[in-house]
């Protein structure tokens, strides 16, 4: 039985005037339950979707931060039957939840069986950083038998005719990559988002959310006057690297949530 | 378990494919119409040889071995690669590579290296076009190979030592792949190998393959015949396939690839990626990887800083299946006797990676008996591995240096 779909949460917070709040921590970081405590604490401080990393060896589009989780959780025996038992987790706390992979872990799990145990915890479906339409023949198939959700990234690089490809073959929301380059905290939000939040628009009625870069509230408010979602990741990774101990990590991480929860809240009209 | 091809893009059967992220495929398509223009552009090829020529020394020869063969029981010539510019088969794509580059009007290039030799091909042929030249390499292997570290300095290029992973070869290739995306308007990766999204995996082997044409003609001019069986060693494979690829459609001939088995297929520390690996995604592509149950990317052992990678090329994964070319792991120990071996019948240190090919000669030999002949491409020179030969071989004094 399929999830919460987290793209249906995104459009009721886009009705009640404001953008989602989407955060990131991957499964068994740092450990397999202290990693379900912090993606617990983050929904009950107001996060709207949480996406749960599968950490993965060769982690090609994430910066150091994230880098540095995945070697963690890795490190710690995290299995992919340990990303699904925390997606169940997560999702019997009524929380809509996908998961955000690189794609060889699934062409290994097989793809039906991965889409089918993903389903049955009550994942609502995948971000697919290294997969695009082009390739995911296969994905396409198996999502559609188990009615997930398929999150493709956009770019600021993707010509009209390339988003109007990946937003067809998206279903729940579309995922905007706001800069060029690995995720990471940065100084300052992307100016070429907004753009490409435009283009993105013109092509599909899906909810557009934006990723890459976002830190706190200030920036997510800025984010949330243009997009209907606000990803963050390596801000969230970074307050668990930088705590003293677990009680300290789940405190920043609310910390975080609210401050960030007040953001996507502080454009509504 | 294989992936569907839903594309077809740059397919070798089910392998190949642009597992990359959405970022890159602008750039991706950018570089393959170039290519594809440059392929058929007279003024470009022309070049191409130009340089090839004039710069890098080719043709390159074919030597008639004969105190090898005689060790070895089968008659072996050996396209002697290590004598190009720079000491290896590298610089040929890499020459393709910055000329296409320079036409598309990117200011920088990046690479990745492992022993050092791609690097040094990537920062000489960057000096040479006046371009900006990053180089990433594993802070293992800028210690192993410290020496080509050096030449990539005094060419002007800035050496990155990668400390992430295993900090080897995958994690360079990790890190320059990360620089890439975030700085594509401007620059080109030089990928090192016949691996990677479309299009370099064709791209690669295209500007390797003057390897084998070569090879192929000497040949016949030698012996009036083509040879029984061609030999080369495989990392990523792109001697491999530049030596191969003239003779694909030559079927009286057999194809060899040697991997490097490292302590053993059995002790699971080595870097046989087709032998001792199975399908799977790794930089880009569809391919054969080194992987747990989970998909994760296993991490590679062999005394070859340039083989030490856990994927491999997906046209090599193509070969593989269909059984057009046969390959087999080769243990550290093998490579090692095979490389003293050369060293004392002809007077050639080869590149560990190269001997290699040696040791699978060696068991070729044994195969098809003393009137074959074996074509082994010597892909590069061993300078830079002479420390670790003389480590392996005992021959450092204990208190210090060789003196």
Redesign the interface.
């Known amino acids: 039985m399929t999830g919460l779909a987290s793209g249906a949460v995104v459009d009721s917070a886009r009705a009640s005037g404001r953008a989602a709040l989407i955060g990131y921590l991957p499964a068994g970081f740092p450990t397999f339950d202290g990693g379900v405590a912090l993606l617990t604490a983050m929904v009950e401080a107001g996060v709207d979707v949480v996406e749960v990393g599968l950490p993965y060896s060769d982690p090609v589009i994430d910066g150091p931060t994230i880098q540095a989780a995945a070697d963690v959780a890795l490190r710690s025996g995290t299995k992919t039957a340990d990303v699904l038992r925390t997606v169940e987790a997560v999702a019997k706390g009524g929380a809509a939840v996908v998961v955000m992979t690189y794609w060889n872990p699934v062409l290994r799990y097989g793809v039906d069986a991965f889409a089918r145990d993903l389903a049955a915890a009550g994942g609502a479906g995948l971000i697919t950083p290294d997969l695009i339409p082009d390739e995911a023949g296969e994905w396409i198939a198996a999502s559609d038998a188990h009615g997930l959700e398929r999150i493709f990234l956009v770019a600021p690089s993707s010509s009209d005719a390339r988003i109007e490809t990946t937003v067809g073959a998206c279903r729940g929301w579309v995922y905007a990559a706001s800069t060029m380059g690995v995720t990471g905290t940065r100084e300052q939000t992307s100016s070429v988002a907004p753009a490409l939040v435009g283009r993105v628009r013109a092509a599909t009625p899906l909810p557009v959310c934006v990723g890459l870069g976002v830190s706190s509230g200030e920036q997510a408010a800025e984010v949330a006057s243009y997009a209907d979602g606000v990803a963050v990741g390596s801000a969230f990774v970074r307050c668990v690297l930088d705590a003293t101990d677990e009680t300290d990590a789940l405190r920043a991480i609310a910390r975080l949530t609210s401050d960030l929860a007040a953001g996507v809240r502080r454009t509504s009209a | ?1 294989t ?2 091809a ?2 077809g ?1 740059g397919r070798f059967g089910p392998y190949g ?11 991706l398509d950018e570089l393959a119409a170039a290519y594809e223009k440059a392929r058929g552009d007279e003024d470009f090829q022309r070049e191409f040889r130009r340089l090839l020529t004039e710069y890098a020394g080719r043709p390159s020869l074919l030597y008639d071995a004969r105190r090898l063969s005689a060790e070895l029981g089968a008659r072996i010539l050996l396209k002697r690669e290590d004598l190009n510019h720079t000491g290896a088969h590298k610089i040929n794509n890499v020459l393709g590579q910055v000329l296409l580059a320079h036409r598309m009007g990117k200011r920088r290039v990046i690479a990745e290296t492992g022993a050092g030799q791609h690097g040094v091909a990537t920062a000489t042929a960057a000096a040479l076009f006046g371009l900006e030249c990053v180089v990433y390499m594993g802070a293992v292997d800028t210690e192993r190979q410290a020496l080509n570290v050096a030449r990539m300095r005094l060419l002007g290029a800035q050496v990155v030592p990668v400390h ?2 295993s900090k080897t070869l ?1 994690d360079a290739l ?1 890190e320059a ?2 620089d890439w ?5 401007t620059t080109h990766y030089v990928i090192g190998t016949v691996a990677g999204p479309h299009p370099f995996p064709e791209m690669v082997r295209d500007f390797a393959a003057p390897i084998g044409v070569e090879a192929r003609a000497q040949c016949l001019d030698l012996l009036g015949r083509l040879p029984d069986a061609v030999i080369a060693c495989v990392g990523g494979g792109s001697n491999a396939l530049g030596i191969f690829t003239a003779f694909v459609p030559d079927t009286s001939v057999r194809l060899y690839g040697f991997e490097a088995g490292g302590e053993g297929l059995d002790s699971g520390r080595h870097a046989a990626t087709l032998t001792g690996g199975s399908p ?5 592509a569809h391919s054969y ?1 080194l ?1 747990d ?5 296993r991490e590679s052992h062999t005394i070859s800083a340039g083989l030490d990678y856990p994927g491999v090329g997906p046209e090599h994964a193509y070969l593989h299946d269909t059984g057009r070319a046969v390959y087999r792991p080769i243990t550290d120990a093998g490579a090692m006797a095979a490389f003293e071996l050369l060293c004392r019948t002809e007077g050639i240190i080869p590149a560990i990676e190269s001997a290699h090919a040696i040791a699978g000669a060696r068991e070729v030999a044994g195969e098809l008996g003393p009137d074959a002949v074996l074509l082994v491409c010597l892909s590069g020179r061993g300078d830079k591995d002479v420390a670790t030969a003389a480590k392996w071989f005992g021959l450092l004094d204990e208190s210090g240096p060789i003196t």
Do not use: C, H
């Open positions: 378990m992936s569907p839903s594309s893009i494919g642009r597992y990359v992220p959405e970022a890159l495929i602008a750039a992430t992973g995958k990790n792949f990360r995306v975030a700085t594509v308007d799977g995604v790794l930089l880009g990887v992987q149950e989970d998909g994760q990317t």
